[in-house]
């Protein structure tokens, strides 16, 4: 049985995201071992010394896949049947969850994704570095134990990333607008661009930063997204139809000679572009929260979405599990600011809460 301190992990798929992982992890002081379907990869992947082995060890107690969307179900399957350990961890980096987690069966495996990427491509590109500063979403369930979470939660810390807990719909909800339109709408608007440059070739050498800004992820991997997109078609689809209602009032506001209704519309952009939360961390004044919990399937996640939900951020999260075995509690790291706010709405939740500053 492996130990659940092993630092020995394995990445199934090493693409940008995949290898970055790899990179990061062993940055942390862990062995990582790693598999790719192109041969080519993990020759390069070895040379690179982004893997030491695509053998995965024995001692393995973390399984990264960062295979395309579509194959993380069968492939985290695969791996869960063969490692049996129950203090294995497997999670993934899919841009979206409901499907993914819908697929696996089994209480090691934990829906992940890092809010993280560039517009280049490929191993080559892969960097140690990419996850600092970045905010990783995990999705929790009903079936997800506290001792899993609570040590997962800690290794993405250790890459420097932000860990936020949503629930697979509401994740896949979210990115919709956050990171899946907003690709979609970067590539349309460069296909349109193209397209006028034909006629207009001075079209391009015109493109300011701003067009520039809004179409730089449109030079991103396009290989990944049909899978990304149609395993989220539905909240893709809904949020398309919602930007095209917001298009054809503009487009009747210009039609009218609304100028009320345009300055108000870039007004309010402007003032919502401005009060995007920065990736600054408050980690030097921190409080700690213990919550009294029960052992009882949901209570994790119902704490740590409660978070999210309100821009909560824990900093880290420990388990201690009570003498008799019947619940224990659960240790919050939190910004010394928002502690009494958290007290509250766990409070509200029905959780016994205490506040140590």
């Not at 129950?86 to 993934?92: E, F, G, N, S």
């Not at 309100?310 to 910004?335: K, P």
Request: aromatic share 4%; with cysteine.
């Amino acid at each position: 049985m492996t130990s659940p301190n092993s630092r020995h992990a394995h990445v199934v798929g090493l693409g940008l995201i995949g290898a970055s992982v790899a990179r990061a992890i062993a940055a942390s002081d862990w062995s990582v071992t790693g598999s790719d379907q192109d041969r080519d990869t993990v020759r390069r992947a070895t040379e690179l010394e982004v893997i030491s082995d695509e053998t995965m060890h024995a001692d393995t107690s973390l399984v990264v896949v960062a295979t395309p969307a579509g194959a993380v179900a069968r492939v985290a399957r695969d791996v869960l049947s063969q490692l049996e350990d129950p203090d294995l961890i497997v999670t993934d980096v899919a841009g979206v969850k409901s499907s993914v987690i819908a697929g696996v069966d089994d209480s090691r495996f934990i829906g992940g994704h890092p809010m993280a990427g560039s517009e280049q491509r490929g191993i080559e590109a892969s960097r140690a570095d990419l996850f600092r500063g970045c905010t990783w979403v995990l999705t929790p369930t009903r079936a997800t134990e506290a001792a899993h979470y609570s040590r997962l939660h800690g290794i993405l810390r250790e890459l420097g990333a932000t860990v936020v807990a949503v629930s697979p719909d509401d994740h896949d909800r979210l990115v919709a607008l956050a990171s899946h339109v907003p690709h979609l709408l970067a590539g349309a608007l460069m296909n349109e661009a193209a397209l006028a440059a034909q006629e207009d070739a001075v079209l391009l050498q015109l493109a300011a930063g701003g067009f520039r800004d809004m179409t730089r992820i449109a030079a991103g991997d396009p290989s990944i997204w049909p899978d990304v997109l149609f395993e989220n078609r539905s909240a893709v689809m809904q949020t398309l139809r919602s930007l095209e209602d917001r298009l054809a009032t503009l487009r009747r506001a210009l039609g009218e000679d609304r100028r009320d209704l345009i300055s108000v519309d870039l007004q309010s952009a402007s003032l919502a572009r401005r009060q995007l939360p920065g990736r600054a961390l408050s980690a030097h004044r921190l409080a700690y929260l213990r919550v009294g919990v029960t052992d009882q399937p949901g209570v994790l996640a119902a704490v740590t979405v409660a978070a999210s939900d309100r821009a909560i951020n824990i900093f880290d999260i420990e388990i201690a599990h009570g003498i008799e075995g019947r619940g224990g509690t659960l240790l919050l790291a939190v910004d010394a600011q928002q502690a009494e706010q958290f007290l509250d709405v766990l409070g509200t939740m029905g959780f016994s809460v205490t506040l140590d500053r």
